[in-house]
C-alpha cells in the first residue's frame, strides 16, 4: 500500500514540474522542489517521505520555502509543514502564498531566515558589509552628543534658572475618581477552515491595537468546534506561544488579548447571539 502511495505522490510532484533530486545530505528520503512561480530566488521543496532504497512512502510529507543566497546556500525562510497525499497540493499553494509575509532585507532585497541564535537575518548576510560603516557613523554620533552635553552645561552655568521656593508653589486639584460602568461583555466569532492562512491581531474591546500581518504566520490545520489547531510557520515578532490564539471565538473587553486574522479569504466577525 506504501508503494501506490508513494507513485501517487511522485505523480503529483512530476505533475507539478517539481524535479527529483538525485541525492538528500539529511536523509534517506527523496527530495523534489523547483522554482517559485513568482518570487525570485526562491525555491518550494518537498521532502517526499519516499524511501530512496525501498520505494516505499515511509512519513508524511514536508513542505517548505528556501531562499538561494549569493553563495548558493539554502536557507529556510519558511517552517515545514506536515502533510499527506491528499493534501499535498493545497500545502504547496498555502506556503507558495506565505511567501508574501516573510520578511525582506531593506539593504539587499533577500528574503530573511532565522538563524540558530533565534535572530531573523539577512540570507546574503549583507550587514558584514554594512556594520563597519554602521559602527563608524555610530562614534560620530555619540561624539556630537557629547559636544552638545557639554555646550548646554556651559550656558546652563552662565545663565541659572531661578527655582520657585515650595512655599510659593501652586498644585492642581485632585479630581475625584469615577468608577467605570460595567459593559455588557460581547462574544465574537468567525468562521475558519482547515487551510486557511492566517495570522494574529491583538485587540483591545472593539479596537485592533497591533495588526501582526506579514510577523506573525500560520495554516490551520484542523478545526473542531471553537477550537483550531494552526501550525504557526513565522513569528518574527516573537509572540509567546501561549498568547496566540486557540479559538474562533473571543470575547470583547477592556483587557488586551489575541485573536484570528484570515489572510487567505475575507471573513468577517459576527456578535454571537
Known sequence: MSKVIAKQIDNILKGDKFIRHK????????IYSRNHPTAKFVRVVVDSGIDLTSGKANKRVGVKLVYINRAKSWREITIEIS??????????????ISVKHVPTCKFCKAKKFKAKTGNTVCSNACWTAWA??????????KTAQKTAAAAYKK??????????????RTYPRNKSSQRKSKKNLQAMEQ???????VTVEEVEGDTIVTDY??????????????????VWTANTAQVPDWLLPVKRQY?????????????????KWTKVK
Open 23 to 30: 541525492k538528500n545530505a539529511k536523509g534517506n528520503t527523496a
Open 83 to 96: 502533510t499527506d497525499a491528499k493534501d499535498l497540493a493545497r500545502t504547496i499553494k498555502a506556503q507558495e
Open 132 to 141: 563597519g560603516k554602521k559602527k563608524s557613523a555610530g562614534t560620530k554620533k
Open 155 to 168: 550656558k546652563a552655568a552662565r545663565n541659572p534658572q531661578k527655582v520657585t521656593p515650595k512655599s510659593q
Open 191 to 197: 468562521e475558519i477552515l482547515p487551510g486557511d492562512l
Open 213 to 230: 500581518t506579514g510577523k506573525v504566520l500560520g495554516i490551520v490545520q484542523k478545526v473542531e468546534g471553537l477550537h483550531v489547531t494552526a
Open 251 to 267: 470575547v470583547v473587553n477592556t483587557l488586551k488579548c489575541y485573536r484570528f486574522k484570515v489572510l487567505s479569504r475575507k471573513v
